[in-house]
């Protein structure tokens, strides 16, 4: 016999670490102690260790709210489901992305140009900028 | 005279009402069956909701609409069907040599086996109340946590209808799970009356049934039975004698499947309560099955099968504990 609860749910709403993963109870007194469930989440489990993270801002993506999760994967053109997708792998996905974001930053424009026609992107070299080119580039391996 | 084929339909008649008289015996003497919400559902899946603090009693004015009753919506579990069975094997030799008493024997005993097994399972969801999984008599792992994620017996269950938490790992005021006495049955009343919901609203769970081992039978008797305070000189009286309405021993609450020792372990519940927090759900109770041919082996198989799952629910209307001051 098997039970199921909704884990994505009880995620989203920062009362349970992660699909499948209760909060263990030293995560539960921090969360008690009025830790952001994010922040816990990243292993700051007191006060201190929080204000430390505000100051040298580690961690950045692990103590995001999901909804700021779902905001910069939205705005790095990933094509995710909110209700479903899982919070670790929300965050990796999000960190390939800018990884290869800023491997296309990297090129120059005639390297982009380039890369753009493999892709059979259509465009006016005159009239795309750099940016232009990353994001049509983006859009084109997401299809 | 040895069983031949003639005999199928007489031998079919017979492990059938030995079945019915062991099955009968077996649901009387089954204390999970009371303690359980025990039904039927013919689904693969039964889809659990958790409703808290349904809302909408309002003063009205005259002439006014009624107001619509809301209700918040809490967690959701779903609790999946599973098939168990075993074969009663009447062997040719059974047969020519005529072990009738054998064959008796093996069908009592495969019977008896089902309804053991499953008293013991809902027995286990107490007893591992504070696990999150545990190896259930099947020698399955199983997991144990209520819809919010946390165990049966947790000191901070959580909802999404609201902020306030409920704490149901018994205490007696000063430690979390004490052995059985009297002042941890007295601070539990309290605390069950005086439980908001998790819209704040005060609903009292009335802790009137006392759940125990047989270790702990002879205490908990005194303590409830007494007319006057136990184990003192004076006369002032004993009221738990008059709260405690049911006193439920449960003999396989000793032991759990997987040789957990709960010698210790004590529960209170709130009757009305108790059936919407656990529930045992059969889409197929245990039956006995004639075989439709006679094998190539020459055994004649009847098999017992059932399917049936275990739920929990949000479990405002229970309380646990271990009996050793630990901190859940």
């Given at each position: 016999m098997k039970t199921s609860i909704n884990w994505t749910k009880l995620v989203t709403?920062?009362?349970?670490k992660a699909i499948g993963i209760p909060w263990s109870k030293e995560e539960e007194i921090a969360l008690k102690e009025g830790i952001s469930a994010e922040d816990v989440r990243a292993g700051l489990l007191t006060l201190k260790e929080v204000d430390k993270a505000n100051k040298t801002g580690e961690d950045d993506l692990d103590r995001l709210p999901i909804e700021e999760l779902n905001k910069s994967a939205k705005e790095l053109g990933l094509n995710i489901d909110e209700d479903v997708v899982a919070r670790t792998d929300l965050i990796k996905e999000i960190e390939k992305a800018e990884e290869s974001n800023e491997d296309l930053f990297k090129k120059t424009r005639p390297e982009l140009s380039a890369m753009a026609k493999e892709l059979e992107i259509e465009f006016q070299y005159i009239?795309?900028?750099?940016?232009?080119?990353?994001?049509?580039?983006?859009?084109a391996r997401l299809k | 005279m040895p069983i031949t084929t003639k005999d199928f339909p007489v031998l079919t008649d017979d492990l059938q009402e030995i079945f019915n008289e062991v099955a009968k015996r077996k649901v009387a003497e089954n204390v999970g069956f009371r303690i359980f919400n025990v039904f039927d559902n013919e689904r693969k899946t039964y889809d659990y909701a958790a409703l808290h603090g349904l809302a909408g009693i309002q003063k009205l004015t005259e002439g006014q609409d009624f107001p619509n009753i809301t209700g918040v919506e809490g967690d959701t579990a779903t609790w999946t069907q599973a098939h168990y069975g075993g074969l009663v094997s009447v062997s040719k030799d059974m047969r020519k040599f005529d072990l009738y008493d054998k064959i008796k024997g093996i069908a009592k005993s495969i019977t008896s086996e089902a309804f053991d097994k499953i008293d013991q399972s809902l027995a286990d969801v107490l007893i591992?109340?504070?696990?999150?999984?545990?190896t259930d008599v099947y020698s399955e792992t199983v997991s144990s946590i209520c819809p919010d994620s946390k165990e049966l017996f947790d000191d901070g269950h959580s909802s999404p209808a609201g902020s306030e938490t409920?704490?149901?790992?018994?205490?007696?005021?000063?430690?979390?799970?004490?052995?059985?006495s009297r002042a941890a049955i007295v601070n539990m009343r309290n605390i069950g009356l005086t439980y908001k919901d998790p819209v704040g609203l005060n609903r009292p769970i009335n802790y009137d049934t006392l759940i125990y081992c047989p270790a702990l039978e002879d205490q908990a008797m005194r303590i409830v039975n007494s007319s006057m305070l136990p184990g003192t000189a004076n006369n002032d009286v004993n009221p738990v004698k008059g709260w405690i309405k049911n006193m439920i021993m449960w003999p396989r609450l000793q032991t759990a499947s997987d040789s957990t020792d709960a010698s210790a372990y004590w529960f209170l519940a709130d009757s009305s309560k108790m059936k919407d927090v656990l529930k045992c759900i059969f889409a197929e109770r245990p039956s006995l099955d004639s075989?439709?041919?006679?094998?190539?082996?020459k055994n004649w198989d009847y098999s017992l099968d059932f399917y049936y799952s275990i739920g929990r629910g949000y479990p405002a209307g229970i309380a646990g504990s271990l009996g050793d001051e630990t901190t859940p």
């Open positions: 709403q920062g009362r349970a009239k795309t900028t750099k940016s232009d080119f990353v994001e049509l580039i983006q859009k | 591992h109340g504070q696990d999150t999984s545990y409920f704490d149901n790992v018994i205490t007696d005021g000063t430690n979390q799970n004490p052995a059985l075989p439709d041919v006679v094998y190539k082996n």
